[in-house]
């Protein structure tokens, strides 16, 4: 059976780059805004749910996914239908 192409493997091949730097690129914005000096930037990263100290790449884009799924916003993520 054939591996379904995530976002993280289309996002990856739009910029060239392995799925791993895709992540890595993640993780470093994600740990930026984690330690954001403005308190109110850095409590709107605290709120993605995590299971370790910081959220992964893929609890951010679940977090995403949800909360645009909530906020009947779903047609955004027409783009990537594999979602």
């Known amino acids: ?5 995530t976002i993280f ?4 091949k739009e910029r060239n780059i ?7 690129i993640l993780s470093a914005r994600i740990e930026q805004g984690i330690n954001d000096p ?5 409590a709107q990263w605290e709120n ?4 370790g ?3 992964t790449p893929e ?3 679940r977090y995403v996914v949800e909360t645009l799924e909530a906020a009947g916003m779903r047609d955004l993520l027409q783009w990537y239908p594999n979602l």
Not at 9 to 12: G, P, T, Y
Not at 48 to 51: D, E, G, Q, R, Y
């Open 53 to 55: 100290e910081i959220p």
């Open 1 to 5: 059976m054939e591996r379904q192409e």
């Open 48 to 51: 993605i749910p995590h299971a």
């Open 18 to 24: 392995t799925v791993e730097e895709m992540k890595a």
């Open 9 to 12: 493997d289309r996002w990856a």
């Open 59 to 61: 609890e951010w884009i």
């Open 38 to 42: 403005n308190p109110e930037k850095r």
